[in-house]
T-cell receptor, first 112, second 112 residues
Framework: DSGVTQTPKHLITATGQRVTLRCSPR?????VYWYQQSLDQGLQFLIQ???????AKGNILERFSAQQFPDLHSELNLSSLELGDSALYFC???????????FGEGSRLTVL | GQQLNQSPQSMFIQEGEDVSMNCTSS?????WLWYKQDPGEGPVLLIA?????ELTSNGRLTAQFGITRKDSFLNISASIPSDVGIYFC????????????FGGGTRLMVKP
């Protein structure tokens, strides 16, 4: 158990819809990262927050947005969903700026 | 953007054999990390390397941070069935908020 909690674990929705994925970081971790993993693909960095502020941005689509709340949990919002958005979405957290990330179990999104 | 080339993409080996995989980059990284992902799980950190030339072991795993800071390798000695999974290398830079760039992964299969 990494200590990072993601909900929901599975989500099935239709094209054009909007979903919100939630992440609770490990206790004490200030940084939250979101990654996308498509079928048999590597991990693509989406966005990082540190103590409520956006810190780094990767290849995140304009249809996607995220935020980190004062209690440090984070949400990833995916809108106008397309079939190609079907993927595993991982949240990770870290305390030190060492790159040692602790990943949640992921949220599997299926867009039909 | 930065890209990591990880090889081999997959390996099918006999239990007890040693395994070697590597990662190369066109860019320099300050940190190299190796993660393992089991089916249906998030990646788990195996080894973190912070200094060029550093050689670090974790049980049967040994990893090295290349002297040029553009490559790293991971060796697994005397493989066992539970070594099955996908191994990812990742490179990070402190000045990028420690956003990690991941390799495409090496899928390891072990035949008992």
């Amino acid at each position: 158990d990494s200590g990072v909690t993601q909900t929901p674990k599975h989500l099935i929705t239709a094209t054009g819809q909007r979903v919100t994925l939630r992440c609770s970081p490990r206790s004490g971790d200030l940084s939250v990262y979101w990654y996308q993993q498509s079928l048999d693909q590597g991990l693509q960095f989406l966005i990082q927050y540190y103590n409520g502020e956006e810190r780094a941005k990767g290849n995140i689509l304009e249809r996607f947005s995220a935020q980190q709340f004062p209690d440090l949990h984070s949400e990833l919002n995916l809108s106008s969903l397309e079939l190609g958005d079907s993927a595993l979405y991982f949240c990770a957290s870290s305390y030190l700026h060492t790159g040692e990330l602790f990943f949640g179990e992921g949220s599997r999104l299926t867009v039909l | 953007g930065q890209q990591l080339n990880q090889s081999p993409q997959s390996m099918f080996i006999q239990e007890g054999e040693d395994v070697s995989m590597n990662c190369t980059s066109s860019s320099i990284f300050n940190t190299w990390l190796w993660y393992k992902q089991d089916p249906g799980e998030g990646p788990v950190l195996l080894i973190a390397l912070y200094k060029a030339g550093e050689l670090t072991s974790n049980g049967r795993l040994t990893a090295q941070f290349g002297i040029t800071r553009k490559d790293s390798f991971l060796n697994i000695s005397a493989s066992i069935p539970s070594d099955v999974g996908i191994y990812f290398c990742a490179g990070g830079n402190n000045n990028a908020g420690n956003m990690l760039t991941f390799g495409g992964g090496t899928r390891l299969m072990v035949k008992p």
